[in-house]
């Protein structure tokens, strides 16, 4: 009896072990996936500054890819009205 309680237990160790590292391993590609996702609000913010359109809807739901490009598109074609109406 004394036997199966210590397979018990060593199966038991293996599998906290395991889990462990999986914590672990998941906690890692979070922390990775932070540090992406604070570059690109970096970029971001930084286009945006420079007048970009913003991704987000009046309502502040995001844009789709479609609309955003739609916003983009009228804002290159402004900039070039803009641009070719003032006297250079």
Not at 1 to 20: C, G, N, P, V
Not at 22 to 34: G, H, I, S
Request: hydrophobic share 35%; with cysteine.
């Amino acid at each position: 009896m004394q036997i199966m309680s210590r397979i018990d237990a060593i199966l038991t160790e293996k599998k906290a072990l395991t889990l462990r590292g999986f914590v672990q391993t998941l906690e890692r590609k979070c922390q990775e996936m932070q540090k992406d996702i604070d570059n690109f609000e970096l970029k971001l913010a930084a286009l945006q500054s420079n007048g970009f359109p913003s991704l987000l809807t009046n309502a502040g739901r995001l844009l789709t890819r479609d609309q955003y490009a739609t916003r983009v598109k009228n804002y290159v074609t402004n900039q070039i009205t803009t641009s070719s109406s003032s006297p250079a």
